[in-house]
């Protein structure tokens, strides 16, 4: 396609690159791009894309699927905080927070390098929108970037701004260069490989180098809502959410993988948002205009609804499709097991727009524990829904293609470690506040295995996770009955319509008590272990609510006991 000198007029003209360069972060920064694509629609940039982006193509039901290169997940190690003096009291630092330190020079030198990839070429695109859908703390965002697939990715998942809007945009808030078809230097200080997601608080500004994976952007916004949110009171969540007839919104907390996206979904419920979203006190807001669903696996008996979303307008990263008729292959994890879909938030037949609802009646925490030593549902205090949304606990299967059988147990404070600014009490305790302040009761799930761990069960159905999460939502589980699980003192109710009453208790489905009693107690251990991680939170929120917190935690016993008496060993307790 020479649309260069094409007579077509639907070729889309660059933008007046005026309004792009009068800002005052590109003379700052000397970005002097050759040519500028601001807001393209989304036919002009699938023209743009398949144009010019090796690996492009239309599906066979509409959607662009594309290719991030070599990293198709993102790169937590590789991300930056610049510490400045005008933050650095309120962020976490230390060895187990996410904010890997770097300095401002250090900043600067990586954003020359990304400019100076960007000037070197024919053209970048930029996307002017919005993050928030509280109108109160709205922002505006502008993504510079030299790949259409990536301005179409952060056109669905941010808000769309009107053609008014867009022609008053003024100076963004926040500014996103996205370099990462360009690496790192990693003799630049700090830079530990070619890949380098850096943010300034200081310069509102993030720079990408060395990855293309998308995910990357939506959740450097994220980061930001961290730092940005809490410091208006207002709490940040990595949740799904949705609403129900009455009016009961319900957030799905969990880490990559455990189904906030796939639960968050519902038939019954209008979506709210399924990944990031703020907690004030108006009520709950998503922050993104969008939705990036995981599609290994994708059916479209199981989720109707994300199957049908998958159409012109989406972006499917890193899938597999015949390439002849163009039919996705879902189940194929030959380029990635991360394959996603981006799309509007309208793209569900059921979402609620504006995505805002009132405050939770219900929070949802969600764990793929691989280990099946957790039971399908248990309802929380408030101490121990503190104690496991600071946990962050799943449980993934490391390294399938080589063999390896075991689960390893992962934890990520709040839900998504990598996206936290500030200590995990913090954001923990600004949960209980509004938890108590607006009656919401909080649930843990288990996505993950039933009757034995990975290897010996099997993941329970969705089919039987969404009849639990039915059961709450219809108030069953508020009239129900309650055993209390031993070492993680849970609730967990005797039955629940369309579930079989004996999964509810894993020890019921494991091929051995005794064995289920050492797999149980040793992740009370691991819980405890990782717990030491946050000895240094009192400061943050005082003594009392750190003691508090650490009572909602599992009190393992000695493993020699658990060892010698298996099973029995707990009736004592
Ligand atoms: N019982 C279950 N509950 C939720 N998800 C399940 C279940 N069994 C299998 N899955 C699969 O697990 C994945 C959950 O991913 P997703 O909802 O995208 O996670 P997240 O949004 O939290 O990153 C989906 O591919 C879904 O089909
Ligand atoms: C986009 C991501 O979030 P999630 O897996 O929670 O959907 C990610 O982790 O890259
Ligand atoms: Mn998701």
Redesign the pocket.
Known sequence: MRFTNSPDTAVPAPTDAKFVMDSKFTKECGLEPRVVFRNLTTPQLYEMALAHEPGTHITSTGALATLSGEKTGRSPKDKRVVRDPETEKDLWWGPYSPNYVMDDRTFLTNRERAIDYLNTLDRVYVVDAFVNWDPESRLKVRVITSRAYHALFMSNMLIKPTAEELKDFGEPDFVIYNAGAFPANKYTQFMTSQTSIDLSLKHKEMVILGTMYAGEMKKGVFTLMHYLMPMQGKLSLHS?CNVGAKNDVTM?F??????????SADPKRPLIG??EHVWSDKGVFNIEGGCY??????KAT??PEIWNAIKFGTVLENVDYNPVTREVDYESERLTENTRASYPIEFMNNARIPCVGPHPKNVIL?A?DAFGALPPVSRLTMEQAMYHFISGYTAKVAGTEMGVTEPSATFSACFGSAFLMLHPYKYATMLAEKMKAHGTTAWLIN?GWTGGKYGVGK????K???AIIDAIHSGELDKAEYVTTPIFGLQVPKAISGVPAEILSPENVWPSKDEFAQCLNNLGHMFIKNFEHFNDGEQFVGKEMAARILTGGPKPMAKEDVEKKGFSAFKKQ
């Open positions: 799904g799905f969990g880490l990559s993988g455990t189904g906030k996206t796939t639960l399924d990944d669903a995981k599609c290994i696996g994708l199981t989720e969600l793929c996505t993941r329970i159905s969705l039987h996770t969404r």
